[in-house]
């Protein structure tokens, strides 16, 4: 158990709809990264959050948007969805506001989004 | 940009066989460089890292070790089991604020 929590675990819902994944990073870390994981994209880098505040964004559509609270959990919400958006999205939380030397990223076990 | 570039898979071998996963990366500067592993039904964990050229990471009897000279972190081990089966992703950070960068992963299947 890596300690970050997503969820749902499974998601299933219709184009043109919009959802919102939920994450909770390890106690103590600040930094919340999301992921998108495709067949044939790979693991893509969306968006970073440190401390609450945007720290880099990736390759993330307009349609998708994520926040940090203050209790430093995590939203990502995806609107107008499409059949290309279905991926596993993953969250990862680091207690640096860069993983390296000494520190490392630790993934929850992600939301499978399945857009019918 | 920076990018991380593993051989295609999947990679079939039998148990006690020795593997070898290819990750070459393109990134300017000193990246740190991870292989990350993931387990069906599972997110990913970190299984070794190198920070400097030449350092060499280790962990569950794999091995990598960091080449600057031929920009690789080709991942090792030499005898795989059945529970090694897993995708295994190679990874790199730059300095900076920029996020851990993937390859698109090795499917690795052991069989008894």
């Known amino acids: 158990d890596s300690g970050v929590t997503q969820t749902p675990k499974h998601l299933i819902t219709a184009t043109g709809q919009r959802v919102t994944l939920r994450c909770s990073p390890r106690?103590?870390?600040?930094?919340v990264y999301w992921y998108q994981q495709s067949l044939d994209q790979g693991l893509q880098f969306l968006i970073q959050?440190?401390?609450?505040?945007?720290?880099a964004k990736g390759n993330i559509l307009e349609r998708f948007s994520a926040q940090q609270f203050p209790d430093l959990h995590s939203e990502l919400n995806l609107s107008s969805l499409e059949l290309g958006d279905s991926a596993l999205y993953f969250c990862?939380?680091?207690?640096?506001?860069?993983?390296?030397?000494?520190?490392?990223?630790?993934f929850g076990q992600g939301t499978r989004l399945t857009v019918v | 940009g920076d990018s991380v570039t593993q051989m295609e898979g999947p990679v079939t071998l039998s148990e006690e066989a020795f593997l070898t996963i290819n990750c070459t990366y393109t990134?300017?500067?000193?990246?740190?460089l991870f292989w990350y592993v993931q387990y069906p039904g599972e997110g990913l964990q970190l299984l070794l890292k190198?920070?400097?050229?030449?350092d060499k990471g280790s962990n569950k009897g794999f091995e990598a070790t960091y080449r600057k000279e031929t920009t690789s972190f080709h991942l090792e081990k030499g005898s795989v089991q059945v529970s090694d089966s897993a995708v295994y992703f190679c990874?790199?950070?730059?300095?900076?604020?920029?996020?851990?960068?993937f390859g698109k992963g090795t499917r690795l299947s052991v069989i008894a």
């Open positions: 990874a790199l950070i730059r300095s900076g604020n920029t996020p851990l960068v």
């Open positions: 959050y440190y401390n609450g505040e945007e720290r």
């Open positions: 990862a939380s680091s207690v640096a506001v860069k993983v390296g030397a000494g520190t490392e990223a630790f």
């Open positions: 106690s103590g870390d600040l930094s």
């Open positions: 190198a920070t400097k050229a030449d």
């Open positions: 990134a300017t500067g000193y990246p740190s």
